[in-house]
């Protein structure tokens, strides 16, 4: 069984008479990537924010790598890289000035630990760059460099790819794949950009008003996420009427220009186009489809649990 | 803790702040001697261009100390807040308490170079171009210094603890002044009518750095020259090291960022 690094049993976080967090309960396993999902004001920042201490809790209990006394928290944050809100460094501090900062604030032997980090992360040839200067992108850059001295074994990300240009996305996504897989670095990371989020999470946890409103894994998650078949028939009422007849329970949707979009249970597609052609009526469409995490985000809001 | 104080020593050091600070001061304090002594070349009975004036005007405010250490302070951490470098600090488990001390300990050696070098330019270019007798006035000045820099270095603690604990620049300006200037001027005030008032007035050094000193054309005779006196600045100093240091401590220990 994998070591739980973050664990979070009933965390609450009050601001004045505002919950910002409500009695969460959130484990964060070794080797997750672990996404967490939420509109603005959900309670992801308020969250990592605990994690990373720089608030304290109202209520529940909060665990790092299985300690939850604040001093050993304290210590175990030694093991931790974070960026939060926004990464924070002195603008009036070149690059590699910054990285140096940190590299002693951290106690990290070696100065040559900057120069492979700032490989890593596409800032090598910007170090004498005064940090004030930068774009939104290289900033974002800066933070995670500066996140990963010291071989951290969790990240804590907020928003991590907020500003970066496409192809810095792609770069920044392989290496936290890359840190996952290779370092077994465990990362919890916010993001709006779920489409991003999806190609990077074995885990997600799902916010709302500060509750959680479900934890899944990504595979669980790709099984919920039932793949559903779109077709277009010249008469769409007939063939509602004859899916109701299937055995078992055939969840559909009728959508307008007479197409149906049917939500596949064990069922071949083959089943629904064999259905329309034994009972006379026409295809002009069949389309397999695979629900993203962003049109399961939406449709669990518009069913109302988020 | 080590590690913080290297690493805030490295930064203050190859940043722009502190060398700008001093720079001023050291201009400002060279200014006014070189205007000192350019008057008195244009005008043979200008009576204040002399080693004595000029060093009286530090030695008669010796409160001047804390507003610079407060300032170097200011320049050092006031944005921290803003840019998030704290909360990097706090997200890498440096215990708050830790990093206010670090701080301090930085404040106060930066503060304590940066004094040296104003204060050999200041009373070194005095000497150099202005008339009259140094030898008693540094002396004075010296000694004033050397006992009034516990009291300094508790500004300096009270300006860090601040700092690090209001979210806002403009609220830890405003305690710092309150506390270090405002409460001693009002307690200087009642002290008229009140005795109780008096009393704890006597032992601000706000106060008594100021009121108790005598400086003027014909000489100084700072407070600290006395036993008693010195004992005081002592005294004070070391109580607002305790008292700030132990505030400091306890307001940063629950202090949310």
């Given at each position: 069984m994998k070591e739980c690094i973050i664990r979070a049993d009933g965390l609450t976080k009050k601001y004045g008479s505002f919950t910002?967090?409500?009695?969460v309960d959130i484990q964060v396993k070794r080797g997750d990537i672990y996404g967490l999902v939420g509109?603005?004001?959900?309670g992801k920042t308020t969250f990592l924010k605990l994690v990373t201490g720089q608030i304290f809790p109202d209520g529940g209990e909060l665990a790092l790598f299985g300690e939850h006394l604040p001093a050993q928290m304290e210590k175990n944050r030694k093991r931790t890289g974070a960026i939060i809100e926004a990464p924070g460094f002195?603008?009036?501090?070149t690059i590699g000035q910054n990285m140096e900062y940190y590299r002693r604030q951290k106690g990290?032997?070696?100065?040559a630990t900057v120069d492979e980090i700032l490989e890593l992360t596409g800032l090598a040839d910007k170090k004498?760059?005064?940090?004030?200067?930068?774009s939104m992108g290289m900033k974002q850059r800066l933070g995670l460099a500066i996140a990963m001295i010291g071989e951290p074994e969790l990240l804590i990300l907020d928003e991590?790819?907020?500003?970066?240009d496409p192809s810095g996305i792609i770069e920044i996504r392989n290496l936290f794949l890359r840190l996952n897989e290779e370092k077994n670095i465990t990362i919890i990371l916010s993001s709006h950009i779920l489409p991003e989020l999806e190609q990077l999470a074995t885990v997600y946890g799902f916010l709302n008003k500060g509750c959680l409103v479900e934890q899944i894994s990504a595979e669980s998650l790709k099984e919920r996420c039932n793949s559903f078949v779109e077709i277009q028939v010249d008469d769409a009422e007939r063939y509602a009427v004859l899916l109701d007849k299937l055995p078992g329970e055939v969840k559909y949707q009728v959508l307008p220009d007479n197409n149906i979009r049917i939500y596949q249970g064990?069922?071949?597609?083959i089943v629904y186009s064999r259905l329309a052609s034994e009972n006379n009526i026409g295809i002009y469409k069949l389309e397999q489809h695979q629900l993203t995490l962003e049109q399961y985000y939406m449709n669990t809001k518009k069913r109302g649990q988020l | 803790m080590m590690n913080y104080m290297k690493s805030e020593w490295y930064r203050i050091t190859h940043s722009r702040e502190i060398y700008v600070i001093t720079a001023i001061l050291c201009g400002v304090t060279f200014l006014l001697n070189a205007v000192l002594a350019l008057v008195a070349r244009a005008d043979?009975?200008?009576?204040?261009?002399?080693v004595n004036f000029s060093l009286n005007m530090l030695i008669g405010s010796m409160p001047m100390l804390f507003v610079a250490g407060g300032v170097i302070v200011w320049r050092l951490f006031a944005d921290e807040n803003e840019i998030g470098t704290l909360k990097n600090a706090i997200a890498y488990g440096i215990p708050r308490h830790h990093i206010f001390m670090a701080k301090c300990v930085v404040s106060i050696a930066v503060s304590l170079l940066s004094l040296v070098m104003v204060a050999a330019l200041y009373a070194g270019s005095a000497c150099l171009l202005l008339e009259g007798p140094a030898e008693e006035p540094l002396k004075q000045l010296f000694s004033g210094i050397g006992a009034s820099l516990l009291c300094a270095f508790s500004a300096v603690i009270l300006a860090v603890g601040l700092l690090q604990y209001c979210s806002k620049q403009s609220s830890a300006f405003g305690w710092w002044v309150i506390i270090i200037i405002g409460v001693p001027a009002a307690l200087a005030f009642a002290g008229m009518k009140y005795e109780i008032a008096a009393r704890i007035s006597a032992w601000l050094p706000w106060n008594f750095l100021r009121l108790e000193t005598v400086a003027n054309m014909s000489g100084s005779r700072g407070m600290w020259t006395t036993p008693e006196g010195l004992m005081k600045c002592l005294i004070a100093g070391i109580a607002g090291i305790v008292i700030f240091t132990f505030a400091g401590i306890t307001m940063c220990k629950k202090q949310e960022v």
């Open positions: 910002a967090l409500d009695k509109d603005n004001g959900a002195y603008p009036q501090l990290i032997p070696g100065k004498g760059k005064s940090a004030g200067h930068l991590p790819i907020n500003g970066l064990e069922e071949d597609s | 043979k009975n200008f009576p204040y261009a002399t």
